[in-house]
C-alpha cells in the first residue's frame, strides 16, 4: 500500500511540477505578439547628415497700408544678379510665408499684389545666420481703395 501511495505523489508532483515551477518564475518580459520592440541605442541616434545641413529659411508677414494681414499676397525669390525667379510661395490667411534657399548667396525677394505697389528687399545668406524675418507694408497703387 505504501508503494502505491508513493506512486501516486510521485505521479501527482510529475504532473503538477510545470505549474509549480513556472509560478515562481517572474513573468515573461517578452511583449505580446504584433507589438514593436523599440530600436537599439545605435539605430535610434539622429542622423548628422541632413539634406536640410545648408539651408537658410527666409520668412515674413505681409501687412495691408492699414496694418492688417495681407492674405494671397504673392512672394518671388531669386538669386542676385539672375533674371528668373525660382522660388515662389503665397502669404497665407495671416499673411505669413516661409521659404528654404540654399545658404551661401544673395537674395532678392518680390512681394506683389494687384492693386499695390511691389516691394524688394534683400537677403544677405552668407553669414552665420539660418533665418531671415522680414516684414512689408504693401502701398496702394495710385488712389484706388484696396
Partial sequence: MRSQRWKFIGLALLLFSPNIISSQNPPSTQPPPGTRMPQSESTNRKKTSSKHTHDFLIKGTVF?????????????????????????????????????????????????????????????????????????????EGGKPQ
Fill in 64 to 140: 495691408t497700408q492699414d496694418g492688417l494681414s495681407f492674405a494671397g499676397a504673392q512672394i518671388s525669390i531669386r538669386k542676385a544678379g539672375q533674371r528668373s525667379y525660382r522660388w515662389k510661395d503665397v502669404a497665407n490667411s495671416r499673411g505669413e510665408f516661409a521659404i528654404r534657399v540654399v545658404q551661401g548667396a544673395q537674395y532678392e525677394v518680390l512681394v506683389s499684389s494687384r492693386g499695390s505697389k511691389e516691394q524688394k528687399k534683400t537677403v544677405d545668406a552668407t553669414g552665420s545666420e539660418r533665418v531671415e524675418e522680414l516684414v512689408f507694408h504693401m502701398e496702394r
